[in-house]
Structure formats: C-alpha cells, structure tokens
C-alpha cells in the first residue's frame, strides 16, 4: 500500500522527489514473492498512467507513463492470469486509434514481451501487431 501511494505521489506532482523506477523495482521485488498480488497492483498502475497521460508536466510524466507501461508489460504483472487479463484490457486499449502515435508505437514494442512471459497473449498481441502493419500513418506502420 505504501509504494502504491508512492507511486501515485510521483505521478501527480511535480515537486516529488520520488523516482518511478526505485518504485517500481521494489514493487517488482515484492510480486515476485507474492505473485497473486499483481491483480490488486495493476489497477493502481493503471490509474497512475491514465493520470500521466492527461497531465500537463511533460517531461515527469513521460517518464512515469513510459515506467508504468514497462512494468505492465514485465512477467511479475503478466504470469498471473488476473494481473494479464488487467494489463492488457489497459494497454490493448492505448494501441487503438485516437492514443497518440507515441504511446500506441511504445505499447506495440512491449507486446513481444508480455508474450514471452504469457503465452496466451500471443494470438492477441499477433492481431493488434497486424493492425499496424496495415496503418494509414506511416509513424505507426510496422
């Protein structure tokens, strides 16, 4: 509970002197030993990279946003079944149209890995791979 507060603190001000990455390796660190929390951890992350994406502080917030991502996509948040299902229902949806062209292209990069830790979500992560190989905007094309 403490780190996720953290986490929200880092990602709401600009003045904090907390950094995202310290945060999430020890958040990483401790769903490693409990791995079955990662489904109560996900919608904290969740609403911290929402918060990032609406915010105006640009360059704390990019780096929060681009953490959080990360760290959706790593094998603590992914081997369990709960915690993929939340973090893809998140991150499947910055891949659609309307998400700037920045954060659909970071999400398409990150679909390899959650694969290699979650087999299951190859199929799925193949199908949004595909819509981007037939994208009109050629920043986004694969």
Not at 42 to 59: F, G, K, W
């Amino acid at each position: 509970l403490l780190i996720l507060s953290l986490l929200h603190i880092s990602g709401s001000s600009s003045q904090t002197m907390v950094e995202p990455d310290l945060v999430f390796a020890f958040l990483r660190s401790f769903l490693e030993c409990y791995p079955r929390m990662a489904s109560r951890a996900v919608p904290s992350i969740v609403d911290v990279a929402r918060t990032c994406l609406a915010s105006s502080h640009q360059l704390l917030t990019t780096r929060t946003l681009l953490a959080s991502l990360h760290f959706l996509a790593s094998s603590c948040i992914v081997s369990d079944p709960h915690g993929a299902h939340l973090a893809w229902t998140f991150l499947s949806s910055l891949a659609n149209e309307g998400v700037p062209t920045a954060v659909r292209s970071s999400v398409i990069r990150l679909l390899p890995d959650m694969c290699v830790s979650n087999k299951r979500l190859f199929r799925r992560a193949g199908a949004v791979i595909g819509k981007s190989m037939v994208a009109q905007d050629p920043i986004r094309r694969i």
